[in-house]
């Protein structure tokens, strides 16, 4: 069995596959648990794990991991990837753009997907039906502008997301969840549409914390996979196992 854990910016994933790569459990949580990784290796017979963090390297883990488990990786911008990564910059490439990619490579082989991951920032990531990752590009997420409103102006209010059944804001208030509930929509459309022009039979997978969201405004143009980064995660230590088995 396969162990993949996700530590983002605010939330944590543990997840552990099957060998036929099912989704056996999974557990998020705000902060890393010591406590449900142990947890998790008692019960289940995980053999080999990948983790990927944004956050600063915890030494305790990955040496527990590397100790008790037959494989581990920790995935890095230098790993050798199961598709063709023709991102300039590497290095800066973040790991949940990269899995998420490859999962949805693996779901749609012989597609052009255009991977939208809407978070913390919304993300936009393309890799061709050759599994060529060409890049995409990055914004910020609904949360983030709705707190860029509030931090940058003297008297505009912090507002929170609600189902909106109307267009046009009449107070201050309703005048902000319009403007950037209406505008990530239109501006998620406007991406997807510049993509199918040059890509007719272009995929539209959507994953992330805000993918109902778009998920219920615009569920004919696009596809939601909730844990599209895990999977993509588990392909990745799969491929790794597998080269490491055929040296």
Same mark, same amino acid.
């Given at each position: ?35 449900? @990784?142990?947890?998790?290796?008692? !019960?289940? $017979?995980?053999? %080999?794990? &990948? ?6 390297? +915890? ?89 860029? @409103?509030?931090?940058?102006?003297? !008297?505009? $209010?912090?507002? %929170?997301? &609600? ?6 804001? +009449? ?77």
């Amino acid at each position: 069995m396969n162990l993949c854990i996700d530590i983002g910016n605010s939330r944590s994933k543990l997840a552990v596959f099957s060998e036929d790569g099912e989704l056996l459990q999974l557990i998020t949580r705000e902060r890393f648990s010591q406590k449900k @990784l142990d947890k998790v290796l008692k !019960k289940y $017979p995980i053999r %080999q794990a &990948i983790l990927s963090s944004v956050r600063r390297r +915890n030494s305790r883990i990955e040496r527990q991991l590397s100790s008790q488990l037959q494989h581990f990786i920790r995935l890095n911008w230098a790993l050798p990837l199961p598709v063709k990564n023709s991102y300039a910059t590497p290095e800066t490439l973040g790991n949940d753009r990269v899995a998420a990619v490859i999962g949805a490579n693996k779901l749609f082989p012989d597609s052009d997907i255009l991977v939208i991951d809407a978070g913390t920032c919304i993300t936009y990531d393309f890799i061709t039906a050759k599994a060529n990752y060409l890049g995409g590009s990055i914004l910020a997420g609904i949360e983030m502008r709705f707190a860029a @409103l509030e931090h940058f102006t003297a !008297k505009l $209010p912090l507002v %929170q997301r &609600i189902d909106l059944d109307q267009e046009i804001g +009449n107070t201050t208030f309703s005048s902000i969840q319009t403007g950037v509930q209406s505008g990530v929509v239109y501006e998620m459309q406007g991406f997807i549409a510049q993509y199918q022009k040059e890509y007719p039979e272009l995929r539209v997978l959507i994953t992330g914390g805000d993918a109902d969201f778009f998920e219920k405004r615009l569920s004919s143009q696009l596809f939601k996979v909730p844990n599209l980064v895990l999977m993509g995660l588990n392909q990745i230590l799969n491929y790794h196992v597998q080269q490491h088995t055929a040296d």
